[in-house]
Each structure stands twice: as structure tokens, then as C-alpha cells.
């Protein structure tokens, strides 16, 4: 029995009294919305519950965005920052965010870019192992009797509350850690929660598993919701994990409130969905990606990944629930409102990417609709109703081809969006193949030879295999279709969603579980699985250097939510270099392939702003028409954002903060009073 969508139908769960139309429903999911002009804050690393990475702020506009400039430069080396994934929430008058593989906590000043102060964790074995360190995205934030609070997960896996005033760790909140250099409050040992043995130094064993976090938490209302991410599943080759379950926390004190188990045990929905008891000692499915919330509806959304090990679940049969799902959770109480499941047994990485994008929207012939919408690493958009987990449109389940690979076992289905179309390429046939000549294409085909083409779906395969391929080609990849770095941004005004993709696929080729287990130094897990993801699958590459695929290579999407159409389609920043020069040398006919980046943005009243490169390589911000994707103004920037964008107002000038790696740029427009550029530490 399929699993795809499951709703619970209860008053307490469709309060719709509360979704109200337009501009007041913004200011149930984002406190940003109820400041003045001269203070338009930035709440979460998405800005506001719903993740649409929407500001009103319109000071900077398309006629003088090209007077924009450096007012100051964060510089993060002394904190060991490398990523850039960071987005900084600002509020009351601060930036927040963390920094470096240590996750660094730290607030600036939003107006010299200075450091007003700092907070670090104690070094533990737990830190030392994690894989996800300098990847913490941003800070949770909440208030305990009008006093702001800071609130974040570190590597090692401890939740952290500081006073957001000071950066001390807040009183009367968790319990004493048992490690020398921990404060006496202010911290929650997250592990003793997940009911696993371990030890507070060293974490939990290796060979049963270990987990970590790439991702603040959110606070929602007077509860702190805690997800987590695990080994990344290409690097493992031993079956064992553990669960990434949901924990809820308290704000005031840090007591344990609840947790919802992603693995169901017995009895508990969708249990029946892990066969061979895998679900005793397998795990992940954990919630790496940010996770949204409707505050006034006691929602909050987890997108989740796929079970242990990539390319490989022979020995977890069964739709594996609730992994590759949006996961709609009561706040207050960890109960299921609802679920969907995007892939069925995921073999492909195809974990969800990004945090879920909350809209209303004004549908035809259905009103107003609180909607969520998912992007995906599929190039699909999964979009529902928010309150009841009913799909704005169908699903369909259609069936895709099965595996090759001995004891592997695929659904034989898999659920399809008929709203929206597809953002980017699914799958690779000789059609998808560049086309400029004919010689380019046959050269294109000739290096697909050694590698099996497939549609979306298409199965991995294992060396040796009977077919005499030497890779299975994912298309999208592990990396998308939409991805980590771009998250998609909208306008909740307009109900306009803006997706940045680009077109990748992933050679796969599987190896005995022993074979793929040398690879690594400190795998977790103790029993090698019988194949996993393994070194040999090379990559297709064609003789003239050019991109196997047609253009564009990376592109925005702009999809109208109200009704599930594309708006418009545009190929982000220019042509490379190296490629405009084999177009001209040759004579070609070929427009503006875009560069292949995923590219982050930011929406503004006025405006779609994002990053990306110029063809001498030049690193630009563009300043988008909403409506049509015309090129309203460009500017040439220190460097390219690296992961989101953010833009607020401060004493009256509005910013725009780039992610620009170990840095944090900020561009505004000219300021007689403001002190002079200057990075600071």
C-alpha cells in the first residue's frame, strides 16, 4: 500500500479563522513585517517563518541600484570561516549568525560590520568527528519575558541558548554539561534525548551511528524545534545508523518536550513501510535542510533526507518512511498533522534540499489557500495545502524502471507533480545532448557510451554489471535540480515563486560494501552492506571541452504559484569564458548559455536581486524585473554570494548582505555619515 500522502482532518488542524488574506497573514509568519521603515528586520535565515526570503524594504531600486557600494566587510578568518553558508538574522538592532567549524555565535554591528561579541563551545571528540562543522546556516531566535535570546545547535550536537544582549549563556536553561569548560546553564545535551547510549565527551559509538547538525533551530511560539543531519549517505558502506529524530525543547528552560521518531517503531504510522526490521538498526532520514513554520497554526514543516547509505537500500526493503518526506508536526505536541513522501525507497540522494517555502496564494476558482511548496534536487516543485496536506494539484504515481543491482528492490512507482512543469532537465536521452552541430552531438553520444542513460528515477547499476556500462547517469544529480547553496525565494505579495537550478547529473557505480568501506577513515556502522556507492564511475566528458548538454546551464524559474505555471525562464549571469571562446572561434549561433552556478537571491519590494558571474569572470549582482526576468540593473560586487542573501533596514538604509565565503560583504547605497569601508574582525 502506497504511502504517499496522509492527513489527519481535525478543527484543531484547519483553523482557517487564522490563515488571513494578503499583506496581515505576513505578519503572523514574520515579525519583520510590524517594524517601521527605518528598522525592516531579517528574522530567520529564510527571514521569516515561511522562508521566502521576501523583504519590504524598497529604499534601493532599479534606478539607483547601480550607486550601490561596500559599506563594510565582516572578515571571519580569526573564527576560521570558510563555507558562507551562514545567513545572518538581524534583529533588535544586531546581526547574528555563527561562523567556522567550531560555530562560532557571534553578533555584529549591522552598521560597521564590527564584532560586538563572541561564543564558543568547549572542544569535545563529538566536534571532532562531525562532518557537517562550518555548515551551521544561522541562529534561531526567540524572547523569554521581552528579553532576546539566541539559540543555536553546534557540530557536536549540543543546543546553546545566550543572551542575545551579551552573549552569555541564558540562566535557568538545561542542565550542567559533565565536560571541563562548559558553562553551568545555557546548554541541552541533545543526545540524551535520542535514547541511544553515549558518552558526553565522545558522543555515541561510531558502530551504532552518529549524528549531528548543518542547520539552526526554529522556535516557534514558546518551543525550540531541534533537526539534525547524519553521515552524508555517499559516504557510507556499513548498514547501522541511527534515527534523526525531531526534538523540542522548551525555550524558557530547555526541558525536553517531545520527539518525533523518523523511523516509526511498532504500532507507530508507516512502521510497516521498513521490512527486514531494518528499522532496529538503521537510521538517518534526518531533517539537515532549515525548517519552516506557521507560528499561528502550531505547524512546523521538516524536510527530511533518505535512509542510510545512497544508491543502495537492498537491505532496508519498503517505502522507508518517513524518509525523502515534508513532515508537518504540531509544535506544541510533535503529533503527525500530515505527510508526504517525495521518493519512495530513495536510492538516488534525492534528499530534500532546502527548507519549504510557505505561501498564500490567490488560486482560481479556490480563493485564498495557505499553501507550502517544496523545491527539490528532482527539479520538481511538491506543492499542498499547509494546513490539511492536501496537493494544490495531482500526484501522480507513475511507474519507473526497476534495478539491476542483486538484492536491491525499487517501488515500482514513484509520485509525480502534474503543477508545477519542471524546472530543469529530468533524465538524459541523445535529445538532452548539445546539438550546435551535428559532429558535437555525435561526439556527445559517443561519450555517453560507457554510461546508461535513463529518464528521472533511472536505477543505479554495479560494477560488472550485465548491461557492460561502467556508470548509471543520474540526471539531475546528487546535486540538482535545486540544491543547498540557492535556496528558492518568493513574494508572498504576488504568490510568484523563483526557483535557481542547473542542469547536472551524477555518474553512479556501485562496489562490494567492503570495496566502498576502504574509502573512508572513521565509518560508521559495523556491517559492510552488499554494495555501496564506490569509486571507477569516472565522468562523460566531450572532446571539445564544452558542456555534454544543451544550455542553459543554470537558469531562474520564475513559477506563479496561483496557478502553477511558469511565469518566465532565464539563464543566470553570461557565458563562461571558455566557452564564449569555442562558440566564436566556431561561428556558432548560441545566446546566452548562463554559467552553470546555482545562484542566490533575495526578493525585495521592488525587485529580484541575485549573484552570479560575468563571462571574463567578473562577479556581478543583477537586479531582475519580478514580473518579466528582464535585467532591470547590474553592478560589479567584491565577490560572488556564496549560499543565500539577505536585505534589512537599519536606522534608516537598507543593506544587502552577500555570503561571500569567510566573509560577510555588505553593499548599500551612499551614506555622507556613514564611517568609511573597512573590514572588520
Known sequence: MKT????????????????????????????????????????????????????PADQITPENFKDLEVAWIWDGASFNAQSGRSTPSYIDGKLFTVAGSRRHVVAIDPKTGETIWSYREPNTERWEYSMRADYGKGVGYGEIDGRGVVYIISPAFFLTALDAETGAPLEGFGKPVPIDGFPETGVVDLLADLGHPYDPYE??????????????????????????????????????????????????????????????????????????????????????????????????????????IDYYGGFRPGDNLYGTSLIALHASTGERAWHFQMVHHDIWNYDNPTAPVLLDLNMPGRGRVPAVAQVTKQSYVYAFNRLTGEPLWPMVEREVPQSIVPGEKLSPTQPFPTKPPAFDMQGVSVDDLVDWTPQLRQQAIEAFAD???????????????????????????????????????????????????????????????????????????????????????????????????????????????????????????????????????????????????????????????????????????????????????????????????????????????????????????????????????
Open 203 to 308: 558522543g555515541i559509538p561510531l558502530e551504532v551511528g552518529y549524528i549531528t547538525s548543518s542547520s539552526p533551530p526554529i522556535v516557534v511560539n514558546d518551543t525550540v524545534i531541534v533537526g539534525n543531519s547524519a553521515e552524508q549517505g555517499y559516504h557510507q558502506s556499513r548498514i547501522e545508523n541511527i534515527p534523526g529524530d525531531i526534538l523540542a525543547y522548551d525555550a524558557r528552560t530547555g526541558a525536553f518536550k517531545w520527539k518525533f521518531n523518523v523511523i516509526p517503531r511498532p504500532g507507530e504510522y508507516g512502521h510497516e513501510t521498513w521490512e527486514n526490521d531494518a528499522w532496529q538498526w538503521t537510521g538517518d532520514v534526518s531533517s539537515w535542510a532549515p525548517i519552516s513554520a506557521d507560528p499561528a497554526n502550531d505547524l512546523v514543516y521538516i524536510p527530511t533526507n533518505g535512509a542510510t
Open 4 to 55: 504517499t500522502t496522509t492527513v489527519e482532518a481535525t478543527g484543531k488542524h484547519l483553523n482557517f479563522r487564522k490563515i488571513i488574506s494578503g499583506f496581515a497573514s505576513l505578519l503572523l509568519l514574520s515579525p519583520a513585517f510590524a517594524m517601521g521603515q527605518d528598522t525592516i528586520e531579517w528574522y530567520t535565515l529564510g527571514n521569516d517563518y515561511a522562508h521566502t526570503r521576501y523583504t
Open 451 to 681: 554510461y546508461q542513460m535513463g529518464p528521472l528515477f533511472n536505477p543505479p547499476i554495479h560494477a560488472g554489471n550485465e548491461l557492460g556500462k561502467r556508470a548509471a547517469m543520474f540526471c539531475p544529480g546528487g546535486g540538482g535540480g535545486a540544491n543547498i547553496t540557492a535556496p528558492a525565494v518568493a513574494d508572498p505579495t504576488t504568490g510568484m515563486l523563483y526557483v535557481s537550478s542547473h542542469t547536472a547529473c551524477s555518474p553512479i557505480r556501485l562496489v562490494p560494501g567492503e570495496e566502498a568501506d576502504l574509502q573512508y577513515a572513521a565509518p560508521t556502522g559495523a556491517t559492510f552492506a552488499q554494495y555501496a556507492n564506490g569509486p571507477g564511475a569516472g565522468a562523460p566528458r566531450h572532446p571539445a571541452g564544452i558542456p555534454l548538454y544543451k544550455p542553459p546551464y543554470s537558469r531562474i524559474t520564475a513559477i506563479n504559484m496561483n496557478t502553477g505555471d511558469d511565469a518566465w525562464m532565464i539563464p543566470t549571469g553570461e557565458t563562461p569564458q571558455r566557452i564564449q571562446n569555442f562558440i566564436d572561434s566556431n561561428n556558432l549561433d548560441v545566446g546566452n548559455t548562463g554559467t552553470g552556478n546555482l545562484v542566490p537571491m533575495v526578493v525585495t519590494a521592488n525587485m529580484l536581486v541575485y549573484s552570479d558571474s560575468a563571462t571574463d569572470g567578473t562577479e556581478m549582482l543583477y537586479a531582475i524585473d519580478k514580473a518579466t526576468g528582464a535585467i532591470l540593473s547590474e553592478i560589479e560586487v567584491p565577490a560572488r554570494s556564496r549560499y543565500g542573501m539577505s536585505s534589512w533596514v537599519h536606522e534608516g538604509r537598507q543593506y544587502i548582505i552577500l555570503q561571500t565565503g569567510p566573509t560577510l560583504t555588505a553593499m548599500a547605497l551612499p551614506d555622507e555619515n556613514a564611517p568609511a569601508p573597512a573590514a572588520a574582525h
